[in-house]
């Protein structure tokens, strides 16, 4: 079996990205770590609680976005993160929409069991 090597540019290309990688882990590693700490170990009230989730979470998709999917806000790169941004929208419209004739079926069956 014959070895590959790769050249100056691709050793570098390869390199950077195996970075790019290495980074991205660590970022996520530590955004999901940080609410499981305070969750166990913290005396924060719910609310900043659920702030601090919330944050860290939405962090933690642009860390993927960024370093595993390669999309950026390069011009190259635009029609990937139009596309996802489009993705997202047809999602939340679907869910969101979905909840809320959910939600309206409920109060209209069920007004004794509202809280």
């Known amino acids: 079996m014959t070895r590959h ?3 100056a540019q691709q ?33 924060l009230s719910n609310m900043k609680l659920w702030s601090v989730i919330g944050i860290c979470a939405l962090i ?7 370093f595993f999917l390669h999309v950026s806000l390069a011009k190259q790169k635009r029609e990937d ?11 939340v419209i679907m869910v969101g929409g979905t909840l809320w004739i959910i939600l309206n079926l409920y109060t209209r069956i069920m007004p004794s069991m509202l809280p």
């Open 81 to 91: 993160l139009h596309l996802i941004l489009f993705t997202t929208l047809i999602l």
């Open 60 to 66: 933690q998709i642009v860390v993927h976005f960024r």
């Open 5 to 7: 090597h790769l050249s």
């Open 11 to 43: 050793e570098n290309e390869r390199s950077s990205e195996l970075r790019s990688y290495v980074v991205g882990y660590v970022l996520a590693l530590i955004l999901t770590l940080t609410p499981f700490a305070l969750v166990a170990w913290s005396d």
